[in-house]
């Protein structure tokens, strides 16, 4: 009968699963029962998906199998254990999909596919030609538009579909809702998630002067730059600039090859878990390969969460449904997330506010809390419930805010919940998204390609997951009686100079592993008439909280500053750091005045102050010497010009473009960009080693490995631009 049953599938399709982590219940690996689960069969054209059995329940548009393609240890019953194309193993688990054919011979899936991708419907092995292979739709036969865009072509009739296993059945606990796996009616408190471990107890509390505790991840890297080394006694110096940069620690438990054999990017005791919720757009306008591919995204996001992180997601359209409460990230969890996403559909409105509602709800009513916190909202529209178009048809926001006032990062209330906001599509409100993000201390990211979804989930999560300082706090001091600060320079991060402006302190809050920050500090440098020959600027302080030691580390003289103060020097060499974060700034600045210029109907205007701000960057000494930031600068500065070129351009992508390297600046954090993560790489000056690893695991998966192309662009920045 089992041979049967097998024959039989493989009549319907390619024999590829959606990898669901085994569950408890189901035990070792035994030959399972048509009633224990669904199907293990991935139709590939509407005729296959009739033929199935009618009373199989399958959702109705595709679901994230992209994202780990495996089959289960009972249908490899192959007698061979080897792929005849690469000649390699095949055991499950080693981080390979395999595919297995009409003729009942399996590969390796990234071998098949690139075997067949021309054309050859023979199997290596019998010779047996094939009717389903790996890949049905060359890329020829896609429109131009959408090769460009999405690496795999989904259908938008939503005929191809995957099939999850039956969840197990509900076990007693104590932690958890007694209702079903979706809450029809959600309850009126959000009290009901899943609690979190309890922290072990830990005695030594502080970490005083410069000591770090061993179970750590290593203290803050903090680097002074003065703007030039030596000042004459006889002379004054005014807004003399000195550079502070700092430098998160590594994430110990982040090896390479644990992503590679598709585990856990972090081992669970080596990062700060996670408390996530989503907020996902299902209107209608996500119907079809939009919907497809955010299936697909959610399920690379959930895979690579770990047992400690907590999930809760939302979907919204005309109002906002929770589908389950803050939940760990075990397999039985990521079944159930799996399930919740893949039976999601869309149609209706967009209702952000209510989405936002709702997710501060889950963040300020939960019983436990994971040591970081974040919300990710993706939305492809306009908000339709808070924007009226009044006559004249142009549309004017009400007065009831998007954002919650509960989330705003200066409300007083100790609630630091970031939202990182993903823009998509030509039709979203960026301005909106931007000033969510912005308001709460989250990222505004710009998705202008279908296809890029997955990979701006996973340099966010990239980061989210590699969280090793929190609350970094850091205190500036003038060293000599007679410094004041003049200005503190810190983008979007909460800074402020004491009252007699002898100090100031800018508070950074979280970093992830290896994120750097830089910061210019300004002062006035008078004459002096004194014997020694040097001169103490600054002292510089970090204190900030070790989510792994669950300490509080104090850094004193963590970057004091000195310059020397000879009777007369010579020629004056100016320090190219400083000199490539003033360009930083600049560019920055220009961007947001010719954002100003292009929005009152100023196009020229806008592409003139762009021209000139790279006129100015490329008479500067790093931009001569060729530093790589002041090179990435330029082709973000021209990218922006060109989409400024015209109204209809500047409207339907320039303005999200802009926004999202506003963002990012004023953040310093890596925010996907544009239409490809080619164009997000020219500025890729903060994205982290994490980040780069997530987004080259996210291309991998896509169709078993990835082009040399699509590995240049995971990698951060190059050192120059690639051609557009």
């Known amino acids: 009968m089992g041979s049967k049953w097998r024959k039989a599938k493989l009549a319907l399709g390619m024999n590829i699963c959606l990898y669901v982590p085994k569950t408890l219940e189901e035990g070792p690996a035994t030959a399972p029962s048509a009633a224990g689960r669904v199907s293990d069969v991935l139709p590939l054209s509407p005729a296959s998906a009739r033929s199935s059995d009618s009373q199989i329940n399958m959702p109705t548009t595709p679901t994230p199998s992209s994202s780990g393609l495996r089959l289960p240890k009972h249908s490899l019953k192959s007698s061979k254990k080897t792929c005849a194309i690469c000649l390699t193993s095949m055991k499950p688990g080693q981080g390979h999909a395999i595919f297995t054919a009409e003729c009942s011979h399996s590969f390796h899936f990234q071998c098949i596919t690139s075997n067949v991708k021309h054309g050859n419907q023979i199997c290596p092995v019998c010779r047996a030609k094939w009717k389903e292979i790996p890949f049905q739709s060359p890329v ?35 932690n958890r809702h007694s209702s079903s796996l979706f809450h029809v009616t959600e309850p009126g408190v959000f009290d009901d998630d899943e609690l979190v471990d309890p922290e072990p107890v830990c005695t030594n509390k502080t970490s005083p002067g410069n000591a770090v505790n061993t179970h750590s991840m290593g203290p803050v890297e903090v680097k002074t730059y003065p703007e030039i080394s030596a000042v004459s006694k006889s002379a004054s110096h005014k807004d003399f600039c000195v550079l502070i940069h700092l430098k998160a620690p590594k994430a110990d438990g982040f090896p390479r090859s644990e ?21 996902l757009d299902v209107s209608g306008s996500m119907a079809g390969t939009k919907l497809a591919l955010l299936k697909r995204a959610m399920g690379f996001v959930i895979q690579h969460l770990g047992p400690t992180d907590r999930l809760s997601v939302i979907a919204f359209s005309s109002s906002a449904r929770r589908l389950f409460p803050l939940r760990k990230m075990t397999d039985t969890g990521k079944q159930e997330a799996l399930q919740a996403v893949n039976s999601l559909s869309s149609n209706g409105g967009t209702n952000i506010a209510e989405a936002l509602r709702k997710g501060a709800k889950i963040m300020t009513e939960r019983r436990s809390k994971n040591q970081v916190s974040s919300i990710i909202l993706l939305s492809d529209g306009q908000d339709t419930y808070t924007v009226n178009s009044p006559r004249g048809g142009h549309p004017r926001v009400s007065q009831q805010p998007l954002l919650p006032n509960s989330m705003h990062r200066n409300n007083g209330t100790g609630l630091h919940i970031p939202v990182h906001a993903f823009g998509f599509g030509a039709d979203h409100d960026a301005v909106a998204m931007h000033s969510i993000s912005e308001s709460s201390g989250g990222t505004f990211s710009f998705i202008e390609a279908e296809g890029v979804i997955q990979d701006a989930f996973a340099q966010c999560i990239g980061g989210l997951l590699s969280v090793v300082v929190q609350e970094l706090r850091m205190e500036v001091e003038c060293s000599h009686p007679k410094l004041q600060l003049g200005s503190i320079k810190a983008g979007s991060y909460k800074s402020s100079l004491k009252s007699d402006k002898r100090g100031g302190v800018i508070e950074f809050g979280d970093l992830y592993a290896e994120e750097e920050r830089d910061f210019l500090v ?12 040097d001169m103490n600027l600054l002292n510089v302080k970090c204190i900030y909280n070790d989510p792994i030691s669950k300490t509080t580390v104090t850094m004193e003289h963590a970057g004091d500053v000195k310059i020397e103060r000879p009777n007369s020097i010579g020629q004056v060499l100016v320090s190219m750091e400083v000199d490539k974060q003033r360009n930083r700034l600049r560019a920055a600045e220009a961007m947001a005045e010719a954002k100003a210029a292009a929005d009152r109907g100023d196009l020229a205007g806008a592409v003139s102050i762009v021209e000139q701000s790279r006129k100015q960057l490329s008479e500067t000494v790093s931009a001569r010497a060729g530093d790589r930031l002041c090179v990435a600068l330029d082709a973000e500065l021209k990218e922006m010009q060109e ?26 954090r890596a925010t996907a960009r544009g239409d490809s993560t080619e164009s997000t790489s020219l500025v890729q000056a903060y994205q982290t080693p994490s980040m780069t690893e997530m987004i080259t695991r996210s291309q991998t998966m896509v169709l078993g490995s990835p082009s040399p192309r699509q590995l240049r662009q995971a990698r951060s920045f190059p050192s120059q631009p690639q051609p557009r």
């Open 140 to 174: 020829a036969d896609i429109p131009q538009e959408r090769a460009r865009a999405n690496r795999v072509y989904w259908p938008q009739d939503d005929t191809w579909m995957a099939a999850l296993r039956r969840p197990p059945p509900p076990r007693a606990d104590s």
């Open 522 to 533: 300004t002062l006035d440098i008078p004459a002096v008439d004194v014997s020694s020959n």
């Open 259 to 279: 992503l590679n054999q598709g585990e856990y990017p972090v081992t669970q005791n080596s990062r700060a878990p996670v408390d996530l919720v989503t907020l």
């Open 643 to 668: 989409r400024m070129a015209n109204r209809r351009i500047y409207e339907t992508s320039g303005r999200a473009y802009v926004l999202s390297g506003l963002s990012s600046h004023s953040w310093q």
